[in-house]
């Protein structure tokens, strides 16, 4: 397969959709899309450590003085969670879950999730990537209807209704928002072809989200030299 022009890879980010109904529940919901296309993919190596590392001493540091609900845009996204009916001491926003765990250690997955995490943790921001090889039709934020298939390691669920999702033509990949991943469109060691989602509220400002953004970009640039990135802002 041809890599991806910059124009396809923009093309592409145009098709991201957020509904009405999510921005009816958070008019303050912003998301930043990054492709990237022609990774290198692979275990976890001495660059996502380095990552992995500086995010867990940033984290601990402010973990010293405050609980991680009591950050601005962690408690804003708590307060999305319960909008919807999720109860974010049982199903936590990602970032807050990551930050949790910061402390004892953040998990060594692989080299591309890793620098996701690192990332997540570092500006307190959820952020998840799908392997787009395994994607099927345009990624787009609803609120579920209930019957749509979310696939996990034992099986396969549903959302609630009426919960914020991320989907597909082939089904939820990413219930409550940006709580938990499922397996299809999980990044592995053989992806070389990515989607990243960066969600901001409120707290978060563009300027903020973005910087995150460049970060991660940068990251997976430098541990990528010939892949190629673009990026979109979807807000209001």
């Not at 402390?103 to 570092?122: F, H, I, M």
């Not at 991943?181 to 989602?197: D, P, S, Y």
Request: glycine residues 8%.
């Amino acid at each position: 397969m041809s890599p991806a022009t910059a124009a396809e890879l923009a093309d592409w980010l145009d098709t991201v959709i957020v509904d009405p109904a999510v921005r009816a529940l958070r008019p303050d919901y912003r998301a930043l899309v990054i492709r990237v296309d022609g990774l290198v993919p692979g275990p976890s190596d001495e660059a996502s450590e380095k990552l992995l590392a500086a995010a867990e001493e940033r984290a601990g540091a402010w973990l010293a003085h405050a609980k991680p609900e009591e950050h601005p845009h962690l408690a804003a996204w708590r307060e999305a969670f319960k909008a919807f009916g999720a109860k974010p001491q049982k199903t936590r926003p990602s970032a807050e879950a990551l930050i949790r765990r910061a402390p004892d250690g953040l998990p060594r997955v692989d080299r591309l999730t890793d620098v996701y995490n690192a990332v997540s943790v570092a500006h307190a921001v959820p952020l998840g990537g799908e392997d787009l090889d395994h994607y099927s039709g345009p990624p787009r934020l609803v609120r579920a209807d209930g019957d749509e298939p979310f696939e996990t390691g034992g099986g396969v669920e549903h959302p609630v209704p009426g919960e914020v999702v991320w989907r597909d033509d082939a089904g939820v990949t990413c219930r409550r928002w940006n709580w938990r991943q499922c397996v299809r469109t999980r990044l592995t060691h053989e992806t070389t072809r990515a989607f990243f989602v960066l969600d901001a509220l409120g707290p978060m400002d563009d300027a903020a989200l973005r910087a995150a953004g460049d970060e991660l970009t940068e990251a997976l640039l430098a541990g990528s030299p010939a892949a190629a990135a673009a990026s979109r802002l979807i807000a209001g």
